[in-house]
C-alpha cells in the first residue's frame, strides 16, 4: 500500500514551536505536499519537498529524508490561527498519484 | 479565494437518487482532480482530467463517473447514491498534468445523502 501516517492530533501553546511527522511508503516516491484545511474550507498549499531537505518560507518550515520515508512541517511562533488540519500528501509515480493522509488536527491553545 | 468555482455548496438527496457536481478550474489551469473528504476517511483521491483526458484514477466507485469538457470545467456525476457517499467533495485544479504542482481547492460541495 501507500500508507502514510500522520498523528491524529496535537496541542500546542500560542507563541511555541510545534513539529508534525508524516512518515510513508518510499517506493515510487515523487513528491511530498503539506496542505492546511481549516475546518470546513478548502485545503491550501503550505510546501512541497522533492529533494531532502529543509524548505522554509517564514513561520513555517518543510524537512524531507527520502530514505527514512519521512518529513515534518515545523510551525514556529503559533498564533491561534493555526488551529486547523494539516495534511500530508505524496506524490507517487504509479498511476501520477497524490495520496493524502489522515491529517494531523493542531489546537493552539492561549 | 483560490479561483476555484465549485457548485453547489450543499445538496441534500435521497439514497437512489443521482447528482451532478460542477467545477470550474482556475483561468489557465488544464487539470482537474475530484476528491472525496469524508470524517473516517480523509481525503480520498477520486479521479484527474487533463485537457479533457482522464489522466489518472483513484478510489472512484463504478457508480461514479466523471468528465472535463472543452472549456476545461468538469462535472462529478453520482447515481444510485447510498448513505455512505455523505462527504464533502473538492475539486482542484492546477496547470500541470502531473500531480508535483500546487493544486488550488474549491470550496467543496457538502453531499448529504438521507
Known amino acids: 500500500g501507500q500508507n502514510i501516517d500522520q498523528p491524529t492530533e496535537m496541542t500546542a501553546t500560542e507563541g511555541a514551536i510545534v513539529q508534525i511527522n508524516c512518515t510513508y511508503q518510499t517506493s515510487g516516491f515523487n513528491g511530498l505536499f503539506w496542505y492546511q484545511q481549516h475546518a470546513g474550507e478548502a485545503p491550501t498549499f503550505l510546501s512541497y519537498?522533492?529533494?531532502?531537505g529543509l524548505e522554509e518560507k517564514g513561520r513555517f518550515s518543510s524537512f524531507l529524508s527520502r530514505s527514512k520515508g519521512y518529513s515534518y512541517l515545523l510551525l514556529k511562533e503559533l498564533q491561534m490561527k493555526d488551529s486547523a488540519s494539516y495534511l500530508c500528501a505524496v506524490v507517487y509515480n504509479q498511476g501520477g498519484k497524490l495520496i493524502f493522509g489522515q491529517g494531523t488536527e493542531l489546537s493552539v491553545k492561549p | 479565494d483560490s479561483g476555484v468555482t465549485q457548485t453547489p455548496k450543499h445538496l441534500i438527496t435521497a439514497t437512489g437518487q443521482r447528482v451532478t457536481l460542477r467545477c470550474s478550474p482556475r483561468s489557465g489551469d488544464l487539470s482537474v482532480y475530484w476528491y472525496q473528504q469524508s470524517l473516517d476517511q480523509g481525503l480520498q483521491f477520486l479521479i484527474q482530467?487533463?485537457?479533457?483526458?482522464?489522466?489518472a484514477k483513484g478510489n472512484i466507485l463504478e457508480r461514479f463517473s466523471a468528465q472535463q469538457f472543452p472549456d476545461l470545467h468538469s462535472e462529478l456525476n453520482l447515481s444510485s447514491l447510498e448513505l455512505g457517499d455523505s462527504a464533502l467533495y473538492f475539486c482542484a485544479s492546477s496547470v500541470a498534468g502531473h500531480p508535483n504542482t500546487e493544486a488550488f481547492f474549491g470550496q467543496g460541495t457538502r453531499l448529504t445523502v438521507v
Open positions: 482530467y487533463y485537457n479533457g483526458e482522464e489522466r
Open positions: 519537498n522533492v529533494l531532502d
